[in-house]
């Protein structure tokens, strides 16, 4: 199994739609869960970070945390063109004081006109 | 705003050369990581450190080392590069956690080429 997982994709959604992407990790004692976003040839940007259960909302971007399920989702309201990307899913690993990450291999998300 | 610095965006060298990868931050972080990025492969860390010439390997530190002189600058070594070393290299850098959790932030990232 891996660490974290997510469905690489493409996911298609019209311009306006909701666009809602899912990660899960296998690590229980995980504190810290980020997503970012990768445009094509680019480095992976800092969007949302979430540490309770519950959701936290940015704009047009939710994520939602669930740590009895071992699931994490960020939802993006109204999709833009602009938006199409790779979406990373983060998470830290228990037990190491200096947060290392694990990654998930992220998400493409397709938006159309 | 975080600036992670990469000394190149892009790299051409020859199987065999020593090749040095350069990354400055400055936002006087204690930690910093170097990935690589294959497609299919994601993110993998190589090595990483907490202060200075502190380190620690990461998932994949075989055939690379790392040096972290001062505070601001983490430099990612190929000992002897090989054509499997193509890849796409990452810095990123965070606060210690005695700041709380905190996410990493990237550089541009350097596409480097072994021929």
């Known amino acids: 199994q891996k660490e974290v997982e997510q469905n690489s994709g493409p996911l298609s959604v019209p311009e306006g739609a909701i666009a809602s992407l899912n990660c899960t990790y296998s690590?229980?004692?995980?504190?810290?869960f980020f997503w970012y976003r990768q445009y094509s040839g680019k480095s992976p940007e800092l969007i949302m970070s979430?540490?309770?259960?519950g959701d936290k909302e940015d704009g047009r971007f939710t994520a939602q945390l669930n740590k009895a399920s071992q699931y994490v989702s960020l939802l993006i309201r109204d999709s833009q063109p602009s938006d199409s990307a790779t979406y990373l899913c983060?998470?830290?690993?228990?037990?190491?004081?200096?947060?290392?990450?694990?990654f998930g291999t992220g998400t493409r998300l397709l938006v159309s006109p | 705003d975080v600036k992670v610095t990469q000394s190149s965006r892009y790299l051409v060298k020859r199987t065999g050369e020593k090749v040095f990868l350069e990354c400055v931050q400055d936002?006087?972080?204690?930690?910093m990581f170097w990935y690589r990025q294959d497609p299919g492969l994601g993110l993998r860390l190589i090595y990483f450190?907490?202060?200075?010439?502190?380190?620690e390997k990461g998932d994949i530190p075989e055939g690379y080392s790392v040096s972290r002189e001062k505070k601001e600058r983490f430099s990612l070594i190929l000992e002897s590069a090989s054509t499997n070393q193509t890849s796409m290299y990452l810095c990123?850098?965070?606060?210690?956690?005695?700041?709380?959790?905190?996410?990493?932030?990237f550089g541009d990232g350097t596409r480097l080429s072994i021929l």
């Open positions: 979430i540490y309770s259960n």
């Open positions: 936002m006087d972080h204690e930690n």
């Open positions: 690590d229980r004692g995980s504190q810290s």
């Open positions: 450190s907490y202060d200075v010439k502190m380190k």
């Open positions: 983060a998470v830290n690993r228990d037990g190491t004081g200096f947060q290392k990450l694990v």
């Open positions: 990123a850098s965070s606060p210690s956690p005695d700041r709380g959790y905190q996410p990493q932030h």
